[in-house]
């Protein structure tokens, strides 16, 4: 098969979006040589994430605009990718963050996957203006519709593109994202001690990793900290939002600036070094797509607490914690029951690490290689 990959997000966005694009295309790079991969982005542009994936998988062919589209870059992802699609004869096109060009019904034989993240705008409006929610249920709705069969990483997430768009139930297929490689090994110690010197990391701290914004919530956490034990600090690894603000605020006013610590632009070299000497990971977000970083935490070793109310318990699982996002006293009594009973947290991260084989890289390349594979056989009949 020749498979073409929407690739935008692989080259210039270095979270969230940008890691599942690069990871997926990687796997299927490496569980699936005999494939021909495409990837087709407004801008090739050089940097060491994208770089890295360009050194694991040396054959990908790499497609951006020429002549007078490269003066209207926006307008020929949109529309003008099609006629590369034909030329390039591509049998599968994956649009990878939820959308596919608009014209690919018409313009193009090649049949079409687009994976869907999460519709929180359309759960939580008030966090983004009217334009931007106007424009992004234009643009998903319309990638459900013409799509041949669409992704969704999550339950939570099939069941929200069909409450919001009415979709087809059998047209969508959930297939859940892994993380980096990386955190499924042990970190080397002279790594972890670099870690340590570099961010200040306390020789105790509970993680809590994302970028720091009014819904991934994590004043929950920083609330949670005055009923713990003193010697248990609190790390933040993420990009500051204006609702940081309200974090710092809390921490001034409840004396909390030796124990919270707040780190933003941290190399990804140390991220796993940096989960792995952690007591407990938290994660109180209010809605999430499908929640990555608990993933990663699982492999790390460490025992997960998370919150309830969208698709966290699918990631971590029946053996995790989880507490109303609003919640203090549950939090802090969630912790503090990891703290002071070695046992149950030994035996949640046992139970942790069994239970995150099910999101290996082997198994979802596969579950993606079948799924393109039946969309070829349907053309074919």
């Not at 004869?89 to 608009?102: A, F, K, M, V």
């Not at 919150?307 to 995790?320: H, I, K, M, R």
Request: with cysteine; hydrophobic share 35%.
């Amino acid at each position: 098969m020749r498979i073409g990959f929407d690739a935008k997000r692989a080259v210039q966005n270095f979270t969230g979006l940008g890691n599942y694009s690069r990871y997926l295309i990687e796997i299927l790079y490496r569980f699936y040589p005999e494939n021909e991969y495409f990837l087709y982005a407004p801008h090739i542009r050089s940097n060491p994430r994208f770089n890295h994936l360009l050194t694991a998988c040396p054959s990908l062919s790499c497609i951006s605009p020429k002549g007078l589209w490269k003066k209207c870059r926006s307008a020929w992802r949109s529309i003008g990718i099609t006629r590369s699609l034909e030329k390039d004869h591509i049998t599968i096109y994956h649009g990878l963050s939820n959308e596919l060009p608009l014209n690919i019904r018409k313009a193009t034989h090649t049949r079409s996957v687009v994976t869907i993240h999460d519709l929180i705008f359309l759960r939580y409006p008030q966090c983004y203006p009217p334009i931007d929610r106007f424009i992004y249920t234009y643009k998903f709705r319309k990638a459900c519709q013409d799509a041949n069969a669409i992704v969704a990483i999550s339950q939570c997430t099939k069941r929200d593109i069909i409450h919001y768009f009415d979709i087809d139930a059998d047209k969508i297929h959930v297939i859940y994202q892994g993380c980096d490689e990386v955190f499924t090994h042990p970190a080397p110690e002279q790594l972890k001690q670099e870690a340590r010197e570099k961010y200040h990391l306390p020789a105790k701290y509970i993680l809590c990793v994302g970028s720091i914004e009014e819904r991934k919530n994590a004043l929950l956490a920083v609330k949670a900290l005055p009923g713990i034990p003193e010697d248990i600090h609190l790390v933040l690894v993420g990009k500051r939002t204006y609702y940081t603000n309200q974090i710092d605020a809390f921490i001034k006013s409840h004396r909390l600036e030796k124990r919270v610590h707040l780190l933003h632009d941290v190399t990804f070299q140390y991220l796993p070094a940096i989960y792995q000497q952690a007591e407990i990971f938290v994660y109180p977000s209010r809605f999430e797509g499908f929640g990555i970083p608990i993933i990663e935490a699982l492999h790390s070793g460490i025992p997960v607490i998370a919150a309830t109310g969208s698709c966290l318990e699918e990631a971590g699982g029946p053996d995790s914690l989880y507490v109303h996002p609003d919640d203090k006293e549950g939090m802090t009594k969630a912790i503090c029951s990891l703290l002071n009973h070695p046992e149950k947290r030994q035996h949640m991260i046992e139970q942790g690490l069994k239970y995150v084989t099910r999101f290996s890289e082997q198994r979802q390349a596969e579950e993606l290689m079948n799924l393109y594979r039946s969309l070829t056989e349907e053309k074919t009949i």
